[in-house]
């Protein structure tokens, strides 16, 4: 959504940090969006988009670990 701004602002840092955090929990297709993305960014957006995608990635793993402990 945030690669093409389908209801949100585009923005591709944004759009390479969600599929660096969907790469990391093993989403093969998000995995080659991303290493495509990775070609067009500047050093700062690629930056920006790591940072991001640990955000993302840290927020899913707690929500997961709250279902799981109930």
Not at 10 to 38: I, K, P, V
Not at 51 to 56: G, N, P, R
Not at 60 to 69: C, F
């Amino acid at each position: 959504m945030y690669e093409d701004g389908l209801g949100v602002p585009q923005d591709d840092a944004m759009a390479y940090g969600w599929f660096n955090a969907a790469a990391a929990s093993g989403d093969e297709d998000a995995r080659t969006d991303r290493d495509n993305m990775l070609k067009e960014l500047s050093p700062s957006q690629i930056e920006k988009g790591q940072s991001l995608a640990k955000e993302i990635f840290d927020r899913i793993q707690k929500r997961k670990q709250a279902a799981e402990s109930k």
